[in-house]
């Protein structure tokens, strides 16, 4: 693909994550068309992309929204957002007299209600209390961990036939016909590297995102591995696989010396790949990104790292803090030079949104 095609493919990619049903279909006739057009005339580009990307009126409104923030210029920035208002659901609380109910039992409801509504809240808005009560929350994480089929076949009740082991067989009952046997693939856990980014403009959310692949070394101490990134690249795995969170977490922030620092997510990238990733640690892995993706570097760097990452791994999913929040556009210089080369971006700012992406690791 030339440049243009590239810059037109990432616009594409922009309105998919920001809730278009974008189909590669779609994006193929939105090609199509502006080569037909001339892609040097905003407006071609505009209507071609209208016309090819949006699926009724309704994606028009947030169609005209990035296509302003990506052809602007001033993506850092983004375009104009729309404030959407969440209706606010108030059930009133009806007393019955006649069922008795307990104090016992109020305590009770009010403390799940309370413990519901903090999962979904955002752990940078937390005071120090709700966010100690968070803390304790992560136990409550399962995370699975995902599997990979092995190239050796093993015994099995179903599958392909095993000729050998069925000729043994028939051997043993002297060329009377003899039970059947069958073999296949067997499974082996895929590894799982998790890069936090600790800069200053993460640091919000830092601690939560160490504490989350805490609970994930926890689970799988061989296939998990951790990094911090920032202005350095810092192994953590072996501070986190302390059974103690608190401890922990003490460790590893005794070992990584760039904490609230500057970002150059670029470069460090490189430095990850060229000593671990390309050496085997990231070859048929699942790579998860924690990053709102401000890069004080070079953005064409960052991107073509993340594409060199994308080649070696099995997917990549990049956890975006911001993501989740109501009117966000994946219009930041780093998030935009990215994009094209990811499998997923996701959700990162509570507690709901790191169990989902446990569940995207895991069925990934």
């Known amino acids: 693909m030339t440049a243009p ?52 009126p309704d994606d028009t409104a947030r169609y005209d929204e990035v296509f302003a923030a990506w052809f602007s210029g001033d993506r850092s920035n983004g375009a104009a957002r729309r404030t959407t208002t969440q209706p606010s659901v108030q059930a009133a609380l009806e007393v019955d007299d006649s069922a008795g109910s307990e104090d016992g039992d109020q305590s009770s409801n009010a403390s799940a209600s309370t413990t519901e509504v903090l999962r979904h809240r955002d752990v940078a808005e937390l005071s120090a209390s709700d966010r100690a009560q ?153 790579v998860v990104v924690c990053s709102d993706g401000w890069e004080r570097g070079d953005t064409t760097l960052l991107g073509a790292q993340v594409q060199r990452l994308a080649a070696l791994a099995h997917r990549v999913v990049w956890l975006n803090p911001h993501r989740g929040k109501p009117g966000y556009l994946p219009v930041q210089t780093g998030i935009v030079a990215v994009l094209p080369h990811l499998d997923e971006l996701v959700a990162g700012h509570s507690l709901a949104s790191f169990a989902d992406l446990l569940e995207v690791v895991a069925d990934a």
């Open 134 to 286: 968070l803390n304790r929350l992560f136990g409550s994480l399962r995370p699975r961990i995902p599997v990979r089929r092995t190239v050796r076949r093993r015994p099995s009740h179903r599958g392909d036939i095993d000729p050998r082991r069925t000729l043994r067989a028939q051997l043993r009952q002297v060329g009377e016909p003899a039970r059947v046997h069958y073999r296949r693939r067997g499974t082996r856990p895929r590894r799982v590297v998790v890069l936090v980014d600790v800069s200053g403009s993460m640091r919000p959310y830092a601690d939560s995102l160490l504490r989350l692949a805490h609970t994930m070394v926890q689970r799988a101490p061989r296939s998990v591995e951790v990094f911090t990134i920032g202005t350095r690249l810092t192994r953590v795995t072996p501070a986190l696989r302390r059974g103690d969170a608190e401890s922990a977490l003490r460790s590893a922030g005794n070992v990584v010396p760039d904490w609230s620092g500057g970002t150059r997510l670029g470069e460090v990238l490189k430095v990850f790949l060229d000593r671990w990733g390309q050496r085997g640690m990231a070859r048929r892995s699942i």
């Open 5 to 56: 095609d590239l810059a037109l493919a990432g616009f594409a990619s922009a309105l998919r994550h920001a809730g278009l049903a974008v189909t590669s279909d779609r994006v193929h006739l939105f090609l199509q068309a502006v080569a037909t057009l001339d892609a040097g005339v905003t407006a071609d580009v505009y209507w071609a992309g209208r016309a090819a990307l949006c699926s009724g």
